[in-house]
């Protein structure tokens, strides 16, 4: 098999000037949800720390990190900016691939072309170079590398940064080749187990792919060499897929429709501050309380019912001890938030907010429950249905099947430009609409530095 080198030389070659219309535009859109969510990740008390600690060990001003006024080097900014992309779990996605590529291959990107001075049609090379690079790995072992106890963000994200850099560095085929070889051994294991058990450490998991990514593309420009068949493997055993995953890899989606269809066109947004298993339930909860206006009080109970993978994956509840991450992979949690807020963002899912007594009371009279109905449309659909039980004993019901963000319903420009001016908070108005006019032009733009003192 040569899956590797036949994306590696793909990868190499990829120009702005023969990139289909609609994959330039989800490209900005990618941005664009990235710069949101940066703003929300910077509500939390966890997210300050690593800033802190990072910002304490100095280091030459060759990149920026964003929305914290100040510069450090270039593999601390991609860690940090990888690290805020991720921590608000309000990230990209690609759904049959389980890995949010964005805040690997994006931090990567920027930092890069800051360094070099590269403009916006650079930046749109590297971010779909980077998504490829990324998600063909994570499709090829869904769901299985999960199930095996890795988080594809970490993993496959290590190779998409590694990409982004090697695109804006020009490597030719031979030097992507070496790049997502090194890519390959310098990837970090991102334990599923942290993020199951609520450790905030999962915030960096995108920090650290594209701090390895950055590694892996400067020592292959430094003339290190790594594996030619990093993907598939050899007789040897000792290939990426050989030993992260427990079943066949398909390897086929390493290499097929190269240039024809992108991945990037399948990515998903997300609307809401929490994984995207909870959506459905958070999506149809909102619809609720914003057409039925139940008063939280007379609410005895609700009840959730989903599909397996959402019931056994974030079906659990939170306590007082449970931290952020707990809550953002807890559907309980999140329609409690849901019905007092009338809203999922930033604010609902900071260490502050999960303090709230009452809050986390409510949360306690929600029951999740597999369906086997909607288990069975699972996962040419993510369904969830919430019946909210009035203590007067009316049932008020309502399903979700597709989740906003979908590409079946998707989040456009408008959308994710409202998503950035919300996760902005208090920031400057006039600033940040030039941030999104900016992005959405983002190829006219000769130099990213302009757009980057900006954030």
């Known amino acids: 098999m040569d899956h590797t080198e036949r994306l590696a030389a793909f990868l190499a070659e990829v120009s702005f000037d023969t990139l289909p219309p609609e994959v330039v535009h989800k490209a900005r859109l990618c941005l664009l949800d990235y710069v949101a969510n940066v703003y929300g990740s910077l509500e939390l008390e966890a997210v ?6 990072i910002r304490s060990l100095g280091g030459p001003p060759k990149a920026t990190v964003l929305g914290c006024g100040f510069r450090t080097d270039l593999h601390h900014a991609a860690f940090l900016n990888g690290t805020t992309a991720e921590a608000i779990e309000a990230q990209d996605g690609l759904r049959f691939g389980g890995n949010h590529p964005g805040t690997a291959v994006i931090p990567v990107a920027l930092a890069v072309a800051e360094d070099m001075g590269l403009g916006g049609k650079a930046i749109i090379e590297a971010v779909v170079v980077g998504y490829e ?10 769901p299985w590398h999960t199930l095996g106890g890795f988080l594809p963000t970490g993993t496959c994200g290590t190779f998409g940064a590694a990409a982004a850099a090697a695109r804006l560095k020009g490597y030719n085929a031979g030097g992507m080749l070496n790049a997502l070889g090194c890519a390959g051994y310098l990837a970090p294991i991102s334990m599923a187990q942290q993020l199951m058990g609520g450790f905030t450490v999962k915030i960096v998991q995108g920090g650290q792919a594209a701090l390895a990514g950055l590694m892996a593309a400067g020592l292959a420009g430094s003339g290190i060499t790594g594996d030619r068949q990093v993907f598939e493997g050899s007789e040897l055993k000792g290939g990426f897929t050989q030993i992260t995953t427990r079943a066949e890899p398909k390897f086929e989606k390493l290499t097929e429709g190269l240039g024809g269809r992108y991945t990037i066109s399948d ?27 139940p008063d939280p009080g007379d609410i005895e109970a609700v009840e959730v019912f989903t599909y397996g993978m959402a019931a056994i994956a974030v079906g659990k509840g939170v306590s007082e001890r449970d931290t952020f991450v707990s809550a953002q992979f807890s559907i309980p949690y999140v329609v409690a938030a849901c019905i007092l807020d009338r809203a999922l963002g930033p604010m609902q899912l900071t260490e502050k907010r999960m303090a709230d007594t009452s809050l986390l009371a409510l949360s306690n009279k929600v029951t999740v429950r597999m369906d086997e109905v909607l288990n069975g449309i699972y996962p040419e659909k993510t369904s969830s249905r919430v019946e909210i039980v009035l203590r007067d004993g009316r049932r008020l019901v309502r399903q ?8 079946r319903d998707p989040m456009e420009a408008d959308d994710l430009a409202d998503k950035v001016r919300f996760f902005a908070g208090h920031r400057d108005r006039e600033r940040t609409e030039r941030i999104i006019e900016m992005i959405l032009k983002l190829e006219d733009l000769p130099d990213i530095r302009e757009l980057i003192g900006l954030i």
């Open 48 to 53: 300050s720390g690593v800033v802190e600690y």
């Open 400 to 407: 979700v099947d597709v989740p906003k963000g979908d590409p």
């Open 133 to 142: 690079a990324a998600n063909r790995p994570a499709a090829a072992m869904h």
């Open 267 to 293: 990515i998903y947004f997300k609307p809401y501050t929490a994984c995207r298993h909870t959506h459905g339930a958070a999506q149809a909860t909102l619809s609720l309380m914003k057409e039925e206006a």
